[in-house]
Each structure stands twice: as structure tokens, then as C-alpha cells.
């Protein structure tokens, strides 16, 4: 069975911190891993996505890598914010769709 | 350019009713994607439409089906409403396959079965 686990369900950090969430996939024939972003009730915001052929990929505080062989990817924020606090869920791309993690609920204290 | 759209935003439908959800993609992506998220299953993939075909399809009875037009535009269609069926259901566009390319999610419709 395809599956896709992240770990922490939830994290409570205080500001400025620096912090990692990490996905574990079991098939390592991926396409790419996406990190999405969603706030209560709210749909995705896409955040990084990582190509099979690339290591990791860069936007302001985020950093995302992806190790296949390990079927591991982990996001990477820097200096959090209150405003970072949110779910943060990753989704493998293979075969015909994107299989989502069940989530990393952050919560950045002021 | 615009994001992707979704309507309603919310639906309050009796068991047993059917329901139509609607989504319009970022202008120039060609490929839709359906989804339903509930706090027990999390997000779970419905379908997958390119060019008006649907490519691939998640693990969801007959009753739901769906349909894409020659915009890209898609709809989702429920029938005979079942109180587990309450969820938000997701659209996302991209520009080719989904599972290829980077998928853009709408803000959702909340459907609620009573």
C-alpha cells in the first residue's frame, strides 16, 4: 500500500525558533513531493515543490529536501512566526495522483 | 492571473439529495483534480480530468462522478447524499498531468449532509 506518514500531528513551538516536519513515503518512485500549507477550513496553498531529480528546493524561511532512497522529505522553517502557524501537509506525486500525509498541525507561540 | 475558483463555497444538503460543486481552473492548466477532506480520512483523491477525460479515479462509489468541458472547467455531481459525504471537497488545476506537475488548490466547497 502507498502510504505517506508525517511525524509530528502537531507541534507547538515559540517564536523564532527554527523547525523541522517531517514525511515519509513508502514507494520511492515518485515523480515529486509537494509541501502544502492550509490554514482552518481553508483549501492549499502550495509552499515547495521537489522534483525527483533534485535535492531540495528554496523559498524565504522554507526549505524542503527529498531523499528517495530513504523515501524521506523533510520542511525546513527558519525564524518562526505566528503567522506560520497553520497544517502543514506534504503529498507524493507517482503514478496517477498525489497521496497526502495526514498533516503536521504547527502552532508558533508569540 | 487568477486563482483556482470553487462554488458554492458552502452547501447544506438533507440525506438522500443529490448536488452539483463547481470549479473553474487557473486559466491555461488543462488538467483538474477532485478531492474530499474529512477529519478521519484526511484528503482523498476523487478524480482526475484532462481534456474533457477523466484519467484516473480514487477509491469513491458510482455515486460520485464528475465531468470536465472544453474551458476546463469541472463539476463534481453527488447523488443519493449520505451523512458520511459531508466534507470539504477540494479542486486543484496544473498545467499537465497532476501527479507531474505542481497542483493549485481552490479555497474549497464545505458540504454538509443533514
Known amino acids: 500500500k502507498q502510504e505517506v506518514t508525517q511525524i509530528p500531528a502537531a507541534l507547538s513551538v515559540p517564536e523564532g525558533e527554527n523547525l523541522v516536519l517531517n514525511c515519509s513515503f513508502t514507494d520511492s518512485a515518485i515523480y515529486n513531493l509537494q509541501w502544502f500549507r492550509q490554514d482552518p477550513g481553508k483549501g492549499l496553498t502550495s509552499l515547495l515543490l521537489i522534483q525527483s531529480s533534485q535535492r531540495e528546493q528554496t523559498s524565504g524561511r522554507l526549505n524542503a529536501s527529498l531523499d528517495k532512497s530513504s523515501g524521506r522529505s523533510t520542511l525546513y522553517i527558519a525564524a518562526s512566526q505566528p503567522g506560520d502557524s497553520a497544517t502543514y501537509l506534504c503529498a507524493r506525486g507517482s503514478g496517477d495522483k498525489l497521496t497526502f500525509g495526514t498533516g503536521t498541525r504547527l502552532a508558533v507561540r508569540p | 492571473k487568477a486563482g483556482v475558483t470553487q462554488t458554492p463555497r458552502y452547501l447544506i444538503k438533507t440525506r438522500g439529495q443529490q448536488v452539483t460543486l463547481s470549479c473553474s481552473p487557473i486559466s491555461g492548466h488543462r488538467s483538474v483534480s477532485w478531492y474530499q477532506q474529512t477529519p478521519g480520512q484526511g484528503l482523498q483523491f476523487l478524480f482526475e480530468?484532462?481534456?474533457?477525460?477523466?484519467?484516473n479515479k480514487g477509491n469513491f462509489p458510482g455515486r460520485f462522478s464528475g465531468r470536465q468541458f472544453s474551458n476546463s472547467r469541472s463539476e463534481m455531481n453527488v447523488s443519493t447524499l449520505e451523512l458520511g459525504d459531508s466534507a470539504l471537497y477540494l479542486c486543484a488545476s496544473s498545467s499537465e498531468t497532476a501527479s507531474y506537475n505542481e497542483q493549485f488548490f481552490g479555497p474549497g466547497t464545505r458540504l454538509t449532509v443533514l
Open positions: 480530468y484532462f481534456s474533457e477525460t477523466q484519467r
